[in-house]
């Protein structure tokens, strides 16, 4: 693979799960020369079908990009990724940081690269997998100014709206505020559809009617589809992962000394999804959950 040149088109992917396969994609076909990694075979050869470079390992990869997106499922993962291109000894590289973690877990990264004379943001994003197949993210970019105007032109290939929230770390804090109204929502949207099934009303009506009154939000717009059709065995975001996630907005809650009663009151809701088996389904299976509290009964969706 050829080391990065003066293409201003070039960029690079690591980790090519829901949102990171998303990115790639979407990035080839506004026009984009990726190069991807992920440990996962299956993944590598999906993308590389779809007309993403696959790098070898990650240092190969930064090697060969000037800008660098990692979308990554464990703090873990993006430390040991850091440390790998950092000790690479390669020329200036700006490491766009798209998941959720904690600051703290960013703020190792960051200096990991920082004293290898590589610039790291912290740029989450706000939506879902469904989302991010259609480009429709927001990213929250905050670090050095001017790596941040760098690279824009790159997340306009696979979001709608970039923001610059400043200081290293607000991107991550401005996501865990918009991560506990997606979790508040998303089971309210389940307890909605549930007290509407249990009163006998039609689900696709509830859907259809909601989605066009004062009770809307995105997020019910997203997970109540799948809550119609029973069925989360298509995920836009797992269980397993958004655990990862609450996790974080927990911590960071508790950090500030900040009441959050009903974010707080939606865990056991989520627990209880990963105890009944719904671990790898779409969070939007808390519906699932709530209906058998309910004793709401309907066939599994097909």
């Not at 000894?89 to 200096?111: G, H, N, Q, W, Y």
């Not at 290293?168 to 089971?187: C, D, P, Q, T």
């Not at 069925?231 to 508790?254: E, H, L, N």
Request: some cysteine; aromatic content about 6%; proline content about 5%.
């Amino acid at each position: 693979m050829s080391p990065a040149k003066a293409n201003n088109k070039t960029v690079g992917v690591i980790g090519l799960g829901i949102m990171g396969g998303s990115f790639a994609r979407n990035l080839v076909a506004a026009g984009w020369r990726v190069v991807g990694y992920d440990i996962d075979a299956a993944r590598r050869r999906e993308l590389s079908k779809a007309g993403v470079e696959i790098a070898r390992d990650p240092k190969a990869l930064a090697a060969a990009v000037p800008i660098v997106i990692t979308s990554l499922p464990k703090p873990v993962a993006l430390i040991a990724t850091a440390k790998t291109i950092a000790a690479a000894k390669l020329p200036r590289r700006i490491v766009c940081e798209c998941s959720t973690f904690t600051i703290e877990d960013k703020e190792k990264a960051e200096k990991a690269l920082r004293a290898a004379g590589h610039v790291m943001l912290d740029c989450p994003v706000s939506g879902t997998g469904s989302q991010a197949k259609t480009g429709d993210l927001v990213i929250y970019a905050s670090g050095e100014s001017k790596a941040i105007a760098k690279v824009k032109p790159v997340f306009a290939g696979f979001s709608r709206k970039t923001y610059d929230v400043g200081a290293f770390g607000n991107g991550s804090r401005m996501k865990y505020v918009a991560n506990l109204l997606v979790a508040i929502n998303n089971v309210a949207s389940a307890e909605a559809m549930v007290l509407g099934m249990k009163a006998g009303l039609d689900p696709k009506s509830i859907f259809d009617m909601i989605s066009n009154g004062a009770g809307n939000s995105r997020v019910f717009e997203l997970r109540a589809p799948m809550m119609v059709k029973n069925r989360y065995d298509q995920p836009t975001m797992k269980c397993s992962v958004w655990q990862k996630d609450m996790d974080v907005i927990g911590s960071f809650a508790r950090k500030l000394k900040v009441p959050t009663p009903l974010f707080s009151a939606t865990l056991p809701v989520y627990a209880a999804a990963l105890k009944g088996g719904h671990a790898e389904d779409d969070t939007a299976a808390v519906c699932a959950v709530l209906e058998a509290k309910a004793g709401v009964k309907r066939r599994k969706g097909r």
